[in-house]
């Protein structure tokens, strides 16, 4: 048994002082409020639940500082993102991911959404383990101390009715059945663990292979790309004579266990669909306005039913603090209004429904029976000082570089600022470096 004392926390009835937390086999087995510490690890400031990271692209954390060459274009970062995805190999995969996956915890995250596409060899030859890349990303989140959901992707287009080119043919199964019979191959008993599927977009994935996609792990986490940019609504609606939304309704992909990522460019037709289908909207406002993409309905969707989550997608920042607070002031940008989000209502986005729709179930929320995730974060730096032990203050003051402690299923895998085992830093730059020259 471990034990916990948080300076202040926040509890399913909000913030609390003196909370004395234990923990018996990775899981908080008691939660007292106004209790002495005692011999307990201390945790200073305020004390979240694990925060979730709902959508993730590993291997683009290779492309932060370079794609803003001469101003940087959305041409520009694909082109770059394609080198990068031209090298990689398991072993180098591995290294990158690990890093990444280290900043991560570093910042407050306990779980990982990994949207996985970059299955096989260059030219979309087989490794042995036609996995391996899988595997790769899943004992490097092990390594780097977090839960992962492995969404393993199908990507088998290269556009509506378009090959796929030279660097895609890495993320191709042929179709979506030589998907599916792979995907069944990938299985992990861990509790730490999630597989679940994927289709990369209406682009990727032809619409009569949708419903295909969809059905092959009916109980486990379904992401997409969805409406991300205007071109993509245009190409749908010239296809198929319908939003992307209403495709993947038709095609059985809206769900309560489904989640469309980024969500940008809807109807109020596809607002209903997403809402009334119970469909998570993930959003991802770092890399929203790095790409240029646009700004969702983040509210619109929220009344009509569809819960937040929230990623950090290209990893141009890792800080779900900063997107936490990008979607409110985003909305405010939108609207020329203030007030659209609570401070109450991000912090669940990034965490007790983060978590849940990834097929963390038991996690980001701080009672006992859950997981024991612990993110403490300084209530007095430089950013924070003098506003207070509050949840505007973890929202819209504080970021990343303020989390000092985290406790991921029990175990303490940043203390004071630094991760137990990796130097990320030295790691960072020595796996992208190994690929990108």
């Known amino acids: 048994m471990t034990s916990f004392w948080c ?43 694990g925060l979730a990271n709902c959508h993730s692209h590993a291997f683009h954390r290779a492309l932060r500082g370079r794609t803003q060459t001469e101003r940087g274009t959305f041409w520009t970062w694909r082109e770059q993102m394609y080198a990068v995805a031209s090298v990689l190999t398991p072993d180098s995969y591995y290294q990158l991911a690990r890093a990444v996956y280290g900043e991560m915890v570093l910042s407050g995250i306990t779980a990982v959404g990994e949207f996985h596409y970059l299955h096989h060899a260059p030219g ?19 390594d780097a101390g977090l839960r992962i959901a492995l969404l393993d992707t199908c990507y088998v287009a290269g556009g509506i009715d378009q090959p ?30 999630v597989i ?3 289709a990369h977009s209406v682009r990727g994935v032809p619409v009569d292979q949708l419903g295909a996609v969809a059905s092959v792990l009916p109980n486990a986490p379904l992401h997409i790309h969805m409406s991300e940019q205007v071109a993509e609504n245009v190409a749908c ?27 940008t460019h809807l109807t109020p037709v596809d607002v209903g669909l997403l809402g009334s289908s119970a469909t998570y909207s993930c959003f991802c406002p770092t890399t929203e ?31 779900l603090f900063e997107e936490m607070r990008a979607v409110e002031l985003d909305e405010r940008l939108a609207s020329q209004e203030r007030g659209h989000w609570s401070a109450a209502e991000l912090v669940a986005a990034a965490t007790v429904d983060g978590h849940r729709s990834l097929g963390f179930e038991d996690a980001g929320v701080i009672e006992s029976g859950a997981r024991a995730d612990l993110v403490a974060v300084r209530a007095a730096s430089v950013r924070t000082a003098g506003t207070g032990a509050s949840l505007e203050t973890l929202v819209f003051a504080a970021s990343a570089p303020d989390v000092t402690d985290v406790v991921v299923s029990g175990r303490q895998v940043v203390a004071d600022g630094n991760h137990v085992k990796l130097d990320v830093a030295a790691d960072l730059a020595a796996s992208i470096g190994a690929v990108t020259g």
């Open 237 to 263: 609606l010239a296809a198929y004579g319908r939003t992307p939304a209403q495709v993947l309704d038709e095609t059985g992909f809206l769900d309560a266990r489904t989640s469309a990522v980024h969500a």
């Open 164 to 193: 796929l080119n030279e660097v895609q043919q890495r993320f191709s199964d042929g179709d979506a059945s030589g998907w599916a019979s792979r995907v069944l191959s990938l299985t992990d008993s861990s509790d730490d663990v």
């Open 289 to 319: 306005r790095d790409l240029a993409d646009g700004i969702g309905p983040s509210v619109a969707l929220r009344d009509a039913g569809s819960r937040l989550t929230l990623g950090s997608d290209s990893h141009a920042v890792i800080d």
């Open 196 to 198: 679940g599927a994927a």
């Open 7 to 49: 300076e202040q926390a926040l509890l399913p009835t909000g913030l609390a002082s003196g909370v004395l937390v234990t923990v018996v086999d990775g899981r908080f087995a008691s939660v007292e409020a106004d209790a002495s510490p005692g011999d307990a690890v201390r945790l200073s400031g305020i004390v979240l639940p």
């Open 124 to 142: 979309g030859k087989r490794y042995d383990d036609p996995n391996a890349m899988g595997q790769a990303l899943i004992a490097a989140a092990r």
